[in-house]
DNA sequence: GCCAACGTTGGC
DNA sequence: GCCAACGTTGGC
């Protein structure tokens, strides 16, 4: 028995690119990095309760110079989890988690494609995006729903109308 | 470096 | 459970 099916859903996530920028995803292994580093119990539980293989992901440079969505990716695992909690030399580093009680989880992202840098102040302009979760007055969670309308519209005026999101 | 905004911690 | 203090995020 397979686990139910649900139409795909849309994220945006927020990577430094000091850190892993979308030519970084691309540049690895199948495309696919280990999205560490989620210390948000917000986040955390996005990972483990709705994101599904197959989403859709915003790839989006934040902390940097020029803020905005990089490239198209896809959910490519479920969770565990997350080994930088573990290691004391990390900067992820959690003393509270133990492997037996891990309080962080990670997910795998697959790289799809870099699309050219649509910056936030492009993305506050766009009337289709006013209510889009990242663009809210304080929002600090670095993985945050998008609605389909909202995907669409980026696509579509953003980065030009091509296909993406799809794997084949 | 500044600062607004939010999340977490911990004393009570 | 409250809430002040503190830490972090992230754009500018």
Redo the contacts with the bound molecule.
């Keep these: 028995m397979t686990l139910p099916e649900r139409p795909a859903r849309y994220w945006l996530m ?1 990577s ?1 690119p000091d850190e892993c920028s979308i030519d970084d995803a691309l540049a690895a292994p199948g495309a696919t990095v280990p999205w560490t580093g989620v ?4 986040a955390r539980n996005f990972m483990r309760d709705e994101m599904r293989i197959g989403d859709g992901v915003l790839f ?1 440079h ?3 110079p020029e ?1 905005g969505i990089a490239g198209i990716a896809r959910v490519a695992s479920g969770v565990r989890a997350d080994p930088a909690q573990f290691d004391p030399a990390s900067h992820y580093y959690d003393p ?1 988690a133990t492997p037996d009680k891990p309080r962080w989880l990670l997910l795998d992202v697959q790289a799809i494609r870099k699309t050219r840098l649509v910056r ?2 492009e993305l506050r302009a766009h009337p289709a995006l006013a209510e889009m979760r990242v663009l809210q ?6 993985i945050t729903p998008v609605q389909e309308q909202e995907w669409a519209a980026i696509l579509r005026d953003c980065l030009g109308g091509k296909a993406a999101g799809q794997s084949n």
């Design positions: 927020k430094e210390r948000n119990y917000q989006y934040s902390g940097c803020p509270k936030l102040a007055r304080g929002n600090r969670l670095s």
